[in-house]
């Protein structure tokens, strides 16, 4: 069955930098974009933005373009994000998200960033 | 950026109710609109796709439409499994944006 198992919690203080990581399994990796959501804490969703599998070009929303970077590891089908210099607002949880012609159809369960000094 | 308004923020509904939510597009985005359900603790599920189709494995009480640039999901019976949080997403162009959720509870 399809699956997208991400990495565990992490607690990190100010300025540090975390890479979550989301394994696919069950389906052609290249076959499908991944797409990055975050959600802080009692929050709504936000898209971040998404990279294609085939090419591994990133494409970001605006709000994302500075301190975050997508990347594969395609052997391993394995998708990355990583944030850099975090601070206090990047406590969230973040989820991966598969895509195909516009519909995110499987999530990964999560990996939850806590920023704290 | 496409704007999607959703309404209402909360909702308070009894069993076998008939429940809908719905969002409001900034702009066209034909039928590129999903809706999620997610409860706490727990990643968004797929429900319907492409405004009015239903995904693998939802039951059929969910069912989705569109009139223009108004898309609507509607529980046609509660059942106490489908409290969460719901979610309208377009997908029609970049950035996707969601809907800011209806937290649906029992009453």
């Known amino acids: 069955q399809i699956q997208l198992v991400q990495s565990g919690p992490e607690l990190k203080k100010p300025g540090e930098s975390v890479k979550i990581s989301c394994k696919a399994s069950?389906?052609?990796?290249?076959?499908?974009?991944m797409n990055w959501v975050k959600q802080a804490p009692g929050n709504g969703l936000k898209w971040m933005g998404w990279?294609?599998?085939?090419?591994?070009?990133?494409t970001y929303a605006d709000d994302f373009k500075q301190r975050f970077v997508f990347s594969l590891e395609t052997s391993a089908s394995t998708a990355y994000l990583q944030i850099n210099n975090l601070n206090i607002e990047d406590t969230a949880t973040y989820f991966c998200?598969?895509?195909?012609?516009?519909?995110?159809?499987?999530w990964g369960q999560g990996a939850s960033v806590t920023v704290s000094s | 950026d496409i704007q999607m308004t959703q309404s209402p923020a909360s909702l308070s509904a009894s069993l076998e109710e008939i429940v809908t939510i719905t969002c409001q597009a900034s702009?066209?985005?034909?039928?590129?609109l999903a809706w999620y359900q997610q409860k706490p603790g727990k990643s968004p599920q797929l429900l319907i796709y492409?405004?009015?189709s239903l995904a693998d494995g939802v039951p059929s009480r969910f069912s989705g439409s569109r009139s223009g640039t108004q898309y609507s999901l509607k529980i046609s019976r509660l059942q106490v499994e489908d409290i969460g949080i719901y979610y309208c997403?377009?997908?029609?162009?970049?950035?996707?944006?969601f809907g800011a959720g209806t937290k649906l509870e029992l009453k």
């Open positions: 998200t598969r895509e195909e012609v516009e519909v995110m159809d499987a």
């Open positions: 069950g389906y052609t990796f290249t076959d499908y974009a």
């Open positions: 990279i294609n599998t085939q090419t591994g070009k990133p």
């Open positions: 702009q066209d985005i034909g039928n590129w």
């Open positions: 492409g405004a009015t």
């Open positions: 997403l377009q997908a029609y162009s970049a950035p996707y944006t």
